[in-house]
């Protein structure tokens, strides 16, 4: 209950302060990650969605390699935060954030990947990330997250939600952030420009 609790008030707080639409995908990447216990990127669901939309790609995909290259985080080289098998899981990185990004930005960017981008399919890929077969088992875990992820169900959590932001409790802390929002604005305004034209008389 305490829990519940506390869950509804950061997304009260959440939705006020930021005036944004609840984004579910970050959710349904937790729910699904959920099913393999001992997955480290459980907790990293806000970043791999905040890298997908920077690079334009779909938010599923890494998840979907992960799942390929370690078991989604739970298999990989000790110390490497590697979970998506760059350089054959010989490269490092400082954090999984790190592995999150770089992941995200080499499909992203690179020459390598031209024609994925182009085609989208996962085949085209598979290829180039793989490199050598056999590729049948990778395409089919491919497949298999990311279906899963879409249909992941996440119709209690919006029912939630939209009882949440229908509540008054809800309503009066958008008031609240807003009033807080208009004086932080007024107090940012530089101070020397409520100072009068003309120095005043000293005495």
């Given amino acids: ?28 990447l937790k729910k699904f990650l959920e099913r393999y216990p001992g997955s480290p990127l459980v907790s990293h669901t806000q970043e791999i969605v905040h890298c997908a939309d920077r690079f ?18 739970r298999h990989y080289p000790k110390g490497t935060h590697n979970l998506t098998g760059i350089s054959n899981g010989r490269y490092g990185f400082r954090s999984i954030y790190g592995n999150i990004y770089y992941t995200h930005r080499l499909l992203a960017t ?9 085609t989208g399919e996962l085949m085209d890929l598979i290829y180039v990330y793989k490199a050598v077969p056999p590729y049948d088992r990778y395409l089919r875990i491919l497949r298999y997250t990311l279906h899963e992820i879409t249909f992941v169900s996440i119709e209690k959590e919006k029912k939630e939600w ?41 005495f």
């Avoid at 334009?56 to 985080?73: H, K, N, Q, T």
């Fill in 1 to 28: 209950m305490v829990k519940k609790l506390i869950t509804a008030g950061l997304l009260v707080l959440a939705l006020a302060t930021t005036g944004t639409a609840m984004d579910f995908r970050a959710l349904k």
């Fill in 56 to 73: 334009g790609l779909d938010y599923r995909l890494y998840v979907a390699i992960s799942g390929a290259e370690s078991g989604f985080g």
């Fill in 110 to 118: 690179t020459k390598w990947y031209r024609k994925f981008r182009r």
């Fill in 162 to 202: 939209l009882a949440l932001i229908s509540s008054p409790a809800y309503k009066k802390s958008v008031r609240l952030a807003k009033q807080a929002k208009q004086l932080a604005d007024w107090g940012a305004v530089r101070y020397d420009q409520h100072q009068p034209s003309k120095p005043a008389t000293v």
